[in-house]
């Protein structure tokens, strides 16, 4: 377990000691030198040239962080929450055996949840904080981004969450400019943007008929049927080549549906999500999810979706289910860089024929081999067995 960052001194106090720092030993190597740039949510921002330390305000930015720094994922992170320990054991397991040093980086509370408090954020004593756009918002109410202001110390947004289809490339090239990485950062957003360009362009070409999908969020996690609407994992159906059911069930842009509202709506296609959650504080229902990822086999990966649809009496009944249209993806496509595959597994779940030459797991495979430090393994899609 990561140690904890001490939070019993005032944030008068760590104020002061974070203003003297600024002035004495944790100058950057430029004696201070800025470079401005402007974050997701277009904010300007002035931020140091070259970034020693960095407080994260979630843990996944691990995602992009080995994107941009293939030989050293954590170097200049010095603090963060544990939401990819707690929710993504798999992935933290896999980096943990290769780069053990995890384990030194301290941890602060959740920023969603209010759980980090200033003092935590001042403690670490970052160059620069990194948050996601989501959580901007409660990082403000926590006091966290004035707090940090006052000691002269930035927050950066970016945005794999809200508006993924359009946030992620420009996110990647932001924390490669901020993090010093902007030579591999282009190189990965110009991959990404050539396979989202290779889906969205064979769809227009075709002038395919968006198919009519069910976004079915985190079954056993969240009772049936939690989904997205206009934004995440929705935005991904829509472009995929899908109409998102959801986008016309609920009125925010995460919410319940019931599994009678679904039968009756009767979509072509069911994408549910799933994940290792046994490790998170809300625990899932047991044997009532998938939990996809680095450590799930293939075959065991079917089996458990079949349980959880088993589970799930309206569902099973429904003729998506029977004709074999329904399908699990790795729940952390959600708030990833790497939501393109989820795009590519999406696009030939809906329109099979179209893309019956695009293979996504080789593409997982590829991903791995270019631009991570870590071998790809497990299993992040599976269909009924």
Not at 80 to 94: A, H, R, S, V
Request: aromatic residues 8%.
């Amino acid at each position: 377990m990561a140690r904890v960052v001490a939070s019993a001194v005032t944030a008068t106090a760590l104020l002061m000691t974070a203003a003297c720092s600024t002035n004495d030993e944790q100058q950057t190597a430029d004696d201070g030198e800025k470079q401005q740039i402007t974050d997701i949510l277009g904010r300007e921002v002035e931020v140091p040239k070259n970034v020693d330390r960095v407080l994260m305000g979630g843990q996944r930015m691990l995602y992009t962080t080995s994107i941009l720094n293939k030989e050293n994922p954590l170097q200049g992170i010095v603090a963060w929450p544990d939401d990819l320990e707690q929710n993504d054991p798999g992935t933290y397991k896999k980096y943990e055996q290769k780069f053990p040093e995890i384990e030194d980086i301290e941890q602060t509370g959740e920023v969603y949840d209010g759980s980090m408090s200033v003092e935590q954020a001042l403690n670490s004593r970052p160059d620069v904080f990194i948050v996601s756009a989501s959580s901007f918002e409660a990082a403000q109410d926590a006091g966290i981004v004035d707090g940090l202001e006052k000691a002269g110390i930035p927050t950066v947004t970016v945005d794999y969450f809200t508006d993924p289809v359009k946030n992620t490339a420009p996110s990647v090239r932001l924390l490669g400019k901020v993090l010093g990485h902007e030579k591999e950062a282009e190189e990965y957003a110009e991959f990404y943007e050539s396979k989202v360009n290779m889906v969205q362009e064979r769809l227009e070409k075709a002038k395919a008929t968006p198919t009519p999908t069910f976004l079915w969020r985190a079954p056993g996690y969240f009772d049936c049927c939690s989904t997205f609407a206009k934004s995440n994992l929705a935005q991904i159906v829509n472009a995929a080549g899908g109409e998102n059911v959801g986008d016309d069930m609920i009125d925010a842009k995460q919410g319940q549906v019931s599994p009678e509202a679904l039968a009756e709506k009767d979509p072509d296609v069911i994408i549910a999500t799933g994940a290792d959650w046994t490790g998170a504080k809300q625990q899932p229902k047991k044997n009532g999810f998938v939990p996809l990822g680095y450590d799930e086999s293939t075959e065991q990966a079917a089996k458990d979706f079949q349980r959880v649809v088993d589970g799930q009496p309206v569902l099973k009944e429904m003729r998506t289910v029977k004709n074999k249209r329904a399908y699990a993806a790795w729940h952390h496509f959600y708030d990833s860089p790497y939501n393109y595959l989820a795009i590519e597994w999406f696009a030939k779940a809906m329109h099979p024929d179209l893309f019956s030459d695009v293979d996504p797991q080789a593409d997982l495979e590829e991903l791995h081999e270019k631009f991570l430090p870590v071998e790809a393994s497990g299993t992040f899609w599976t269909g009924l067995p």
